[in-house]
């Protein structure tokens, strides 16, 4: 090629760059990472599972003052309507594989129900899920168990709150209920039914120990048999709060703030203000179904509230 040849090469790329003919424009992907993220405790692998994001009025659904959510997303530069996470968590103690919650399934929308799908991207296939506790029975904790006949985790044992079931799965408490919460307790319904119809749906009452180094802790309020889920491996501990936590923007900076959803919103509170204070004051690691992906962290007190410090990207060795 002589140099007459390359200089005009050069300069119909060149030409053909800028004119945008040589490369088309790359399409937007819009979609995300498989949902998962891996960290250890002690002996334990936890893995935490996001079953999706969904759009929430939390000006509407947070009881504050006045104006204070509003401000207290905007210092955050969250928008609103408040794109909120569902996450589960998924403990491998060595001998059992242990999923705390379930995501929403079919029972809350079309962004959720991903956590089975971020389940199999994690390396696990739903059979091999030995035992399930879920923190109470509101649909987007409980929804990914299925429907009816069709067990989305067919050998798994359901365990829960025997206050939260007997509520929940009452057909004399739905029919007291008011009509925008029938569907609630419809939803708790279906999604234990396959399992109960097995011999595999087991409520327990109360704090107690279930598998080695993980155990329920009562803490009744956001429902009637709310429950966090204790996990201890090596002297390191995983408190997963379930919804004792909403929103992070918010409740951190003040945790008298309540939320719509609360079956008793007093004892919902305590049961914060006390979780809160014992996270900082021991310092261990916790998470909540609410909050952000990957939804692991700790908190510090910091005047009359909290600030919160969550895990940074680790990869486990």
Do not use: C
């Amino acid at each position: 090629m002589t140099q007459r040849t390359r200089i005009s090469a050069a300069v119909a790329l060149a030409a053909a760059l800028a004119s945008g003919a040589a490369f088309a424009a790359a399409p937007l992907a819009k979609s995300q990472s498989p949902g998962f993220y891996r960290t250890t405790l002690g002996d334990f692998e936890v893995t935490v599972l996001n079953d999706g994001t969904n759009e929430m009025p939390m000006d509407k659904l947070l009881h504050n003052k006045p104006g204070k959510t509003e401000k207290a997303y905007a210092e955050h530069f969250v928008k609103l309507p408040y794109e909120m996470s569902f996450n589960g968590f998924l403990i491998n103690t060595g001998s059992k594989l242990v999923l705390v919650d379930t995501g929403a399934g079919g029972l809350f929308g079309p962004n959720l129900g991903k956590l089975v799908n971020n389940l199999r991207a994690a390396g696990y296939q739903p059979e091999q899920i030995d035992e399930i506790y879920i923190t109470h029975l509101h649909p987007d904790h409980v929804g990914g168990l299925g429907a009816l006949n069709k067990p989305a985790f067919p050998n798994a044992v359901v365990r829960v709150d025997k206050r939260d079931a007997d509520y929940w799965l009452s057909k004399q408490e739905q029919e007291k209920a008011p009509a925008d919460a029938k569907g609630f307790f419809q939803g708790a319904m279906d999604s234990v039914a396959a399992y109960a119809s097995a011999g595999k749906f087991k409520p327990f009452e109360g704090s107690t120990q279930l598998v080695p180094g993980v155990r329920a802790s009562s803490s009744y309020g956001h429902t009637p048999g709310h429950t966090t889920y204790v996990v201890e491996s090596k002297g390191q501990k995983l408190v997963l709060m379930g919804d004792l936590l909403h929103s992070a923007e918010v409740q951190f900076e003040d945790p008298t703030v309540t939320i719509a959803f609360d079956t008793d919103n007093k004892a919902a509170l305590a049961q914060r203000q006390a979780a809160f204070a014992e996270a900082a004051k021991q310092g261990y690691l916790f998470g909540a179904a609410h909050l952000p992906f990957p939804a692991l962290g700790h908190i510090r007190a910091h005047g009359k509230g909290y600030e919160f410090y969550p895990v940074t990207y680790s990869i486990p060795r």
